[in-house]
C-alpha cells in the first residue's frame, strides 16, 4: 500500500468519526406531545458536585448537577430538600407535586404534556430545559428562576452554586425569629455558615523539603559512564512570602542549576493594597501566551497578576509545566482522557512541559500522574472552566510578566536550559481585560521579545463576547515592522459534544506563534483549525469512549498549502487506560507523513504502562515500543520490569528489570538493564522528604514527597470543660480519622491526639472535619462544624479538633390545671449558663419531647419566650438538669405551663 493510500485511509477513519460525532451532536430529539420523555443521560464530563452557598451559608455540601458549556441542570427533589420547600417528585412518571416558600405557593409539573403550574397558573415549558433522570427530575437553571424566583450562579472555581432568592427561605424565618435569643450551635444545622481558616503569616517557618538521587552506572560499547542526578527541593515561609527553589544537578555539571522563587497568592485577590493582585513573584516565572503572538516561555524574572489563580490566559489552550525529579515520569489525563507522557529526558533541565494543550468548552480537569523510581504514584489535579462567562462589567484585570527566557535564576550555562538562539533573552508581557457589559469585555496587550536574535515589539487588541451560548474571541495583532495579524475562535458545547474553530490570517506579521506554522520553511499567511471532543457508543459496551479531532489547513504566502489531520480515541474502564492516536500531514508538493501510537496504562497491584508507534512508509512501519511493569508484592515492596524495542540500525532490544521497598521514613530502589548489544547500566535512587510540624515541634521525615504542597497538623481531644480549647484535663484521643476529599482515609491520629497530614493542595477550598464514625464511644461527637481552608505551599497549619461528650433528656411538657393535659407543638429550648442555646427541640402530639447529643453540662430547659407570649401561656418554675459521665441520660424531666395571669 502506497503513503498516500495509507494516510487516505486514515483521513476517511477519522473523518467517519467526525461526521459521527457531529450527527451525535445534532441528531438528538426531543419528544413533545402526549409521550413522556426518554430517561436523560449525561456524560461524565458534565456531571458537577457542588456545594449550595446562600450568603456564606452552606445549605447543602454537595449536590449533583450537569452543565453541559450552556445549561445548569439542577436536581428537583434534592434542592426541594435543600430548601425546604415541599415537593414530592416521582422520575418514574415524570411528575412533581407540592408547594415552595409555603403553602400558598403550589407547583406541580407534568413533563408527560410539558406542563407545569406555579401559583395556580398553568402554562407550557421548553421542554429542553427539563430532563428525566433515575435518580430525579433535572431542571435548568433559568426556569429555576422563571418558576420560582431563585437566581442561581454556578461559581465552578470554587465548587459553589450561589443562590438569590426573591423572598426568605423557610430557614432565614426561623433564623430571623431567632435573633431574639442567643446563639444556636452546631445542633441545630440551619445554614451553617462558612469561616474560612487562614494560615499564619509569619515571618518565617521552617520549610519541608524533596530530596531524589538518583545515580547510575552505563557501560556502551568500550565507553563507561558514570552519573549522578541530584533533585531537591526547598519550599517555606520567609519574610512573609511563599518561597521555592529546586536544585537540578548532574555529575557532568561542575555546578548546580537553581530554580527559586518568591511571592503570594490570594484566592480573594486582596494583595498589594489598591492593585487587588491575585498573585506576584520574583524569580521562576512564565511569560503568558498570548494570541497571534508569544508563547508561553518560562524563565527568571518578575511576575504581578490580578487575574483569577485558576483563570485561563488563552481559554483555547493552557501550557503545564513544573519540576520532574530524578528519575521520575509523568503522564498527562485531561477528563479521563490520555493525552501522553514525558520523562526526565523529555525537556530536560529536571523539568515536564506540556506545552499548548487543548482545552475543551466547559470543565478540563487535568490530572498529573507522576511515577517515582521506587514504584512511588503520586497525582495532581488542576480544574479549568471554559464558559461563556465574562469579566464583570466594570472591572479590570492586568498581568504583567518579565523574564529572560529558558534561564533559571542561578543557570552556569551560557544559554538556557534549552540552549536555544533566543534564550537568555529579556521577555516583557502586559495584558488587561475589562468589562464593559455582562456579555463584552475588551482586552489588550503589549509584547516586547527576541526572535532568532532579533528584538520585536508587538501590541494587540481584542474583544470577548459571549454569543448564542458561545465563547467568541476576535484579536487584532500589529507587529513594529507594519505587518498584522487578525485572528478569532469560537468555543461552544453541542449535546455533550466540545466544538472550537480557530481562523487566523498573518499578513507580513513574524512572531512565535506564525513561526510555529510554516510550510516548509515558507511563512504562513492563512490558518484554520477545526477541533470535536465527544464521545461515542464503546463497541459491545455501554461505556462511551471519548474521542478528539483536530483539522487545520494552512496556506503559505506563496500559495503552498498544508493539511493536517489529527484524532484520538481512548477508553477507560478501570484498571485499564489507553489512546490510540493518530498524526497525519499532506503539504501542495506531495510530501506527506503519518505515524499511529498507542499509549496504555493500568492501575491495580501490577501497574503497567506502554506506548507503541507505528510510522507506514515503504521503509519502515514499526518504529518504537516499550513495556514497564510494577508488581506491589508486598505492602511497601515491589519488583519492576521493561522491554524497549527501537527500530534503527540494529534493532536494539532493551530489557530492564528492578526492586524497591517503601521505608517509613525514606524510599530506596535499585535496577539493571542490558541490551542487545550487550550494553548494560545499573541504578540506585534514593528519596525522601522532611517537613517541620509545629503541633509537636518536630520534623517529620516521609518517603512520599510533598514540599510544594500545604500540611495540616491536627490534634483531636476530649474536651473535658466544653471551652474548645486543648488544656489541663483534657484528653488527647487515639486513631481516630478525618473526612474530607483532600485527606486521605488512612490518616489515623496517634497516642498523643496528634495526625501530620502532609500533601493538601494549596489555594484550593479544604474541607475537613473528624469523622464521627472512627471516635470509639457512640456518644461522642465532635464539637465543631466542618473547617474550610485554604492552605499555603510548604507551611503546616496547626488545627484543633474538639470532642464533646453527650447525652440525652426526655419529658413531657404539659398545661397545669385541674387535670394535667400534654401540649404538642411547644419549642424546648436547653439553655447552657452563658445563656446560649446548644439544642432546640419540638414537643410531639402526646406532649413528648427528646433532646439528644447534648454536650455534658448544666442546663435549663425553657419554653421559646415568643411562642409562649404568643399562645397566652407562662411557664411554671424551671427545669434545670445536669449532664455528667455519672448521669448521662435524664428521664421523666417534666416542663409545665399555664395559663398567664392578667
Given at each position: 500500500?502506497?503513503?498516500t ?7 476517511c477513519?477519522?473523518?467517519?468519526t467526525?461526521?459521527?460525532g ?7 430529539e426531543?419528544?413533545i406531545g402526549?409521550s413522556?420523555p426518554d430517561?436523560?443521560e ?9 456545594t ?21 441542570l ?5 434542592m ?11 422520575p ?10 409555603n403553602?400558598?405557593?403550589q407547583?406541580?409539573l ?13 402554562h407550557k ?6 430532563e428525566?433522570?433515575g ?10 428562576e422563571q418558576w420560582?424566583?431563585i ?14 432568592t426573591?423572598?426568605?427561605l423557610?430557614?432565614?424565618?426561623r ?7 442567643s446563639?444556636i450551635?452546631r ?13 499564619p503569616?509569619d515571618f518565617?517557618?521552617?520549610?519541608f ?8 552506572n ?19 515561609v520567609?519574610g ?6 529546586t536544585m537540578?544537578r548532574?555529575?557532568d555539571?561542575?555546578?548546580p542549576?537553581?530554580?527559586a522563587?518568591?511571592g ?5 485577590g486582596?494583595l498589594l493594597?489598591?492593585?487587588n493582585?491575585?498573585e506576584y ?20 524574572g518578575v511576575?504581578?497578576?490580578s487575574?483569577?489563580l485558576n483563570?485561563l490566559n ?6 503545564l ?5 530524578a528519575?521520575?515520569?509523568v503522564?498527562?489525563f ?8 514525558q ?6 533541565g529536571?523539568?515536564y ?6 482545552t475543551?468548552f ?11 523510581p ?11 472552566f ?18 529572560q ?15 536555544s538562539?533566543?534564550?537568555?533573552k ?6 488587561m481585560e475589562h ?25 494587540s487588541?481584542g474583544?470577548?463576547?459571549s ?7 476576535l ?5 513594529q515592522?507594519g505587518?498584522?495579524?487578525v485572528?478569532?475562535?469560537?468555543q461552544t458545547?453541542?449535546?455533550?459534544w466540545s ?8 499578513e507580513?506579521?513574524?512572531?512565535e ?11 504562513v499567511?492563512?490558518?484554520?483549525v477545526?477541533?470535536l471532543f465527544g ?6 459496551s455501554?461505556?462511551?469512549l471519548?474521542?478528539s ?7 503559505g504566502?506563496n ?12 477508553y ?26 498507542l499509549?496504555?496504562?493500568?492501575s491495580?497491584?501490577v501497574r ?18 516499550s513495556l ?9 515492596s515491589?519488583?519492576t520490569g ?13 530489557f530492564?528489570?528492578g ?5 517509613e ?6 535496577s539493571?538493564n ?5 550494553n ?6 534514593l528519596?525522601?522528604?522532611?517537613g517541620?510540624?509545629?503541633m ?21 481531644f476530649?474536651d ?7 488544656n489541663?484535663?483534657?484528653e488527647?484521643?487515639e ?16 497516642k498523643?491526639g496528634s ?9 484550593r477550598r479544604?474541607?475537613?472535619?473528624v469523622n464521627?464514625?472512627t471516635?470509639e ?13 485554604y492552605?499555603r ?7 484543633y ?8 433528656v ?6 397545669k ?12 429550648l436547653?439553655v447552657n449558663e452563658?445563656?446560649d442555646?446548644v439544642?432546640q ?9 427528646y433532646?439528644g447529643?447534648?454536650?455534658y453540662?448544666?442546663?435549663s430547659i ?19 438538669i ?14 409545665e405551663?399555664?395559663?398567664?395571669q392578667q
Amino acid at each position: 500500500m502506497t503513503v498516500t493510500m495509507r494516510i487516505f485511509c486514515l483521513y476517511c477513519i477519522f473523518a467517519i468519526t467526525s461526521l459521527y460525532g457531529l450527527q451525535m451532536a445534532y441528531g438528538a430529539e426531543t419528544v413533545i406531545g402526549s409521550s413522556l420523555p426518554d430517561w436523560s443521560e449525561r456524560s461524565d464530563e458534565e456531571l458537577f458536585v457542588m456545594t449550595v452557598v446562600q450568603d456564606r451559608h452552606v445549605l447543602s455540601p454537595g449536590v449533583v448537577v450537569y452543565y453541559d458549556g450552556t445549561d445548569l441542570l439542577l436536581p428537583l427533589g434534592e434542592m426541594a430538600k435543600v430548601l425546604e420547600f415541599s415537593i414530592s417528585v416521582d422520575p418514574s412518571t415524570g411528575t412533581a407535586q407540592g408547594w415552595y416558600f409555603n403553602s400558598d405557593h403550589q407547583f406541580a409539573l407534568d413533563m408527560r404534556n410539558n406542563l407545569v403550574t406555579v401559583a395556580g397558573v398553568e402554562h407550557k415549558y421548553d421542554p429542553a430545559k427539563v430532563e428525566r433522570h433515575g435518580s430525579d427530575i433535572y431542571i435548568a437553571a433559568s426556569e429555576w428562576e422563571q418558576w420560582f424566583g431563585i437566581l442561581l450562579t454556578a461559581e465552578f472555581q470554587q465548587q459553589e452554586i450561589e443562590i438569590e432568592t426573591s423572598q426568605p427561605l423557610p430557614y432565614e424565618i426561623r433564623a430571623e425569629q431567632e435573633k431574639r435569643r442567643s446563639g444556636i450551635s452546631r445542633y441545630t444545622d440551619d445554614g451553617e455558615e462558612i469561616t474560612y481558616t487562614e494560615p499564619p503569616n509569619d515571618f518565617f517557618e521552617w520549610p519541608f523539603v524533596d530530596v531524589s538521587i538518583f545515580g547510575s552506572n552505563s557501560k556502551s560499547g568500550s565507553n563507561e559512564y558514570s552519573q549522578v542526578n541530584q533533585t531537591a527541593t526547598i519550599a517555606g515561609v520567609i519574610g512573609e512570602l511563599d518561597a521555592e527553589a529546586t536544585m537540578y544537578r548532574q555529575k557532568d555539571n561542575s555546578r548546580p542549576d537553581i530554580r527559586a522563587r518568591v511571592g503570594r497568592k490570594s484566592v480573594a485577590g486582596d494583595l498589594l493594597g489598591p492593585l487587588n493582585a491575585h498573585e506576584y513573584a520574583l524569580g521562576d516565572i512564565a511569560t503568558p501566551s498570548i494570541p497571534l503572538i508569544s508563547d508561553n516561555v518560562a524563565g527568571r524574572g518578575v511576575l504581578v497578576s490580578s487575574y483569577g489563580l485558576n483563570e485561563l490566559n488563552q481559554t483555547n489552550q493552557i501550557t503545564l509545566r513544573g519540576n520532574l525529579a530524578a528519575g521520575w515520569e509523568v503522564e498527562l489525563f485531561r477528563n479521563e482522557e490520555l493525552l501522553g507522557f514525558q520523562t526526565g529526558q523529555s525537556v530536560g533541565g529536571g523539568r515536564y512541559e506540556f506545552q499548548d494543550v487543548p482545552t475543551l468548552f466547559g470543565l478540563n480537569v487535568f490530572r498529573l500522574v507522576f511515577y517515582g523510581p521506587q514504584g512511588q504514584m503520586r497525582e495532581q489535579t488542576e480544574e479549568y472552566f471554559v464558559t461563556t462567562a465574562l469579566s464583570k462589567p466594570g472591572e479590570t484585570a492586568f498581568r504583567l510578566a518579565v523574564n529572560q527566557a529558558e534561564t533559571d535564576l542561578f543557570s552556569f550555562e551560557e544559554t538556557g536550559y534549552n540552549e536555544s538562539v533566543d534564550a537568555g533573552k529579556e521577555r516583557v508581557v502586559f495584558q488587561m481585560e475589562h468589562g464593559l457589559t455582562d456579555i463584552v469585555s475588551v482586552r489588550g496587550s503589549f509584547v516586547s521579545l527576541h526572535l532568532d536574535g532579533e528584538r520585536h515589539d508587538y501590541v494587540s487588541t481584542g474583544v470577548r463576547t459571549s454569543l448564542l451560548g458561545s465563547l467568541v474571541n476576535l484579536d487584532l495583532g500589529l507587529d513594529q515592522s507594519g505587518g498584522f495579524a487578525v485572528g478569532g475562535t469560537v468555543q461552544t458545547s453541542i449535546n455533550s459534544w466540545s466544538v472550537t474553530a480557530e481562523q487566523n490570517w498573518f499578513e507580513d506579521f513574524v512572531s512565535e506563534k506564525s513561526e510555529d506554522l510554516s510550510i516548509n520553511g515558507e511563512a504562513v499567511f492563512s490558518e484554520t483549525v477545526l477541533r470535536l471532543f465527544g464521545s461515542v457508543p464503546g463497541f459491545g459496551s455501554s461505556k462511551r469512549l471519548p474521542v478528539s479531532t483536530r483539522v487545520s489547513y494552512q496556506i503559505g504566502e506563496n500559495g503552498a498549502w498544508l493539511t493536517d489531520l489529527d484524532g484520538r480515541i481512548s477508553y477507560y474502564a478501570y484498571p485499564l487506560n489507553f489512546a490510540l492516536e493518530s498524526n497525519n500531514w499532506i503539504r501542495s508538493d506531495g510530501v506527506s507523513y503519518s505515524d499511529l501510537s498507542l499509549i496504555g496504562s493500568t492501575s491495580g497491584e501490577v501497574r503497567l504502562r506502554g506506548i507503541v508507534n507505528f510510522t507506514p512508509s515503504e521503509d519502515r512501519f514499526f518504529n518504537y515500543s516499550s513495556l514497564y511493569a510494577d508488581w506491589s508484592f508486598a505492602q511497601n515492596s515491589g519488583l519492576t520490569g521493561g522491554v524497549q524495542y527501537s527500530n534503527n540500525e540494529t534493532n536494539t532490544v532493551l530489557f530492564s528489570t528492578g526492586l524497591y521497598h517503601n521505608f517509613e521514613h525514606f524510599n530506596l530502589g535499585t535496577s539493571f538493564n542490558m541490551d542487545t548489544e550487550r550494553n548494560y547500566g545499573m541504578s540506585l535512587s534514593l528519596s525522601f522528604s522532611l517537613g517541620h510540624d509545629p503541633m509537636n515541634d518536630r520534623i517529620e521525615m516521609r518517603g512520599d514527597q510533598f514540599a510544594r504542597n500545604s500540611a495540616i497538623g491536627a490534634k483531636v481531644f476530649l474536651d473535658k470543660n466544653n471551652d474548645g480549647q486543648f488544656n489541663l484535663g483534657d484528653e488527647p484521643i487515639e486513631n481516630v480519622g478525618f473526612s474530607g476529599g483532600a485527606v486521605p482515609d488512612t490518616v489515623k491520629t496517634s497516642k498523643d491526639g496528634s495526625a501530620f497530614i502532609p500533601g493538601i493542595a494549596p489555594y484550593r477550598r479544604v474541607n475537613i472535619e473528624v469523622n464521627e464514625k472512627t471516635l470509639e464511644d457512640p456518644s461522642w461527637l465532635p464539637a465543631d462544624p466542618p473547617k474550610h481552608l485554604y492552605l499555603r505551599p510548604g507551611l503546616t497549619t496547626d488545627l484543633y479538633f474538639p470532642v464533646v461528650e453527650t447525652g440525652d433528656v426526655d419529658g413531657w411538657v404539659l398545661i397545669k390545671g385541674t387535670e394535667a393535659k400534654p401540649a404538642s407543638g411547644i419549642q424546648l429550648l436547653i439553655v447552657n449558663e452563658k445563656g446560649d442555646t446548644v439544642a432546640q427541640v419540638e414537643s410531639a402530639f402526646d406532649g413528648y419531647y427528646y433532646a439528644g447529643d447534648v454536650p455534658y453540662g448544666n442546663y435549663s430547659i425553657i419554653v421559646d419566650p415568643e411562642q409562649l407570649e404568643k399562645l397566652g401561656y407562662e411557664m411554671v418554675g424551671t427545669q434545670s438538669i445536669e449532664l455528667n459521665s455519672d448521669e448521662p441520660s435524664l428521664l421523666d424531666r417534666n416542663v409545665e405551663i399555664t395559663a398567664a395571669q392578667q
